[in-house]
């Protein structure tokens, strides 16, 4: 017998030892924005998901760039497998773990596309260090209301052991959508996300470190455990 857990996130990701099932909360939508804003020659470019690097992919042969970070190892093998060199990508696979070991030239230019609804925490921290930093609203989230309903639905059957959340966005839309459920095995991945998930009444338990593999390793152990 194996536990059955939600995964929300938009990529999807399989473990033999569990049965997953791939419910994006969220779906993303396209942006236009100043195409002027590629005729720079910037020092880096920064990709904070796997989204920014798949909606921004046509760009590139529009924009002039040095060097590539990324945040995350999945944004990052995802970017190895379009060809694209990651010269910089931190262990701590969050926002902060990125300020606390990132170091450039001061003054240089950096380009950070990304999702309209993205933590400001990056920009901020970044300008705050000197860097000259241009951010593209590349996309937005917006709710996947019925893979949310279907989600909701069985969880009213008792059809699911756990509910697994990576951003604070799947977080607000699973909770503000009109249908309540009487649930309290959710898990999700940081801090933040953990923090989002507080704003609502919830409780959840964390990922030792912030991947997928570890956040499903949390809910098996929980559930061999009878945490869950």
């Not at 529009?62 to 970017?79: F, L, M, P, Q």
């Not at 705050?128 to 949310?148: A, C, G, R």
Request: overall charge negative.
């Amino acid at each position: 017998m194996r536990p059955v857990i939600v995964m929300t996130q938009t990529s999807e990701f399989k473990r033999n030892d569990a049965c997953i099932l791939h419910r994006p909360f969220i779906r993303v939508e396209p942006l236009s924005f100043d195409l002027n804003l590629l005729n720079v020659n910037y020092d880096w470019l920064i990709f904070s998901s796997k989204n920014a690097v798949k909606f921004f992919q046509p760009y590139l042969k529009h924009v002039s760039v040095d060097k590539i970070a990324v945040i995350g190892e999945k944004t990052a093998n995802y970017c190895k497998s379009l060809g694209l060199k990651v010269s910089f990508c931190p262990k701590d696979y969050s926002q902060e773990g990125f300020l606390e070991s990132f170091c450039a030239d001061e003054g240089s230019k950096i380009l950070l596309p990304s999702s309209d609804a993205a933590r400001p925490l990056l920009q901020e921290e970044l300008y705050n260090q000197n860097y000259i930093v241009q951010k593209i609203d590349l996309y937005k989230p917006v709710p996947h209301t019925e893979n949310i309903s279907d989600v909701k639905m069985m969880i009213k059957k008792g059809e699911i052991d756990a509910v697994a959340f990576a951003s604070s966005s799947a977080v607000r839309y699973y909770f503000n959508h009109e249908m309540t459920v009487n649930f309290d095995h959710y898990f999700v991945i940081g801090l933040q996300t953990l923090e989002t998930l507080h704003q609502y009444h919830a409780k959840a338990m964390v990922s030792d470190i912030q991947t997928l593999e570890s956040l499903v390793s949390k809910i098996i152990e929980s559930w061999e455990t009878n945490a869950i």
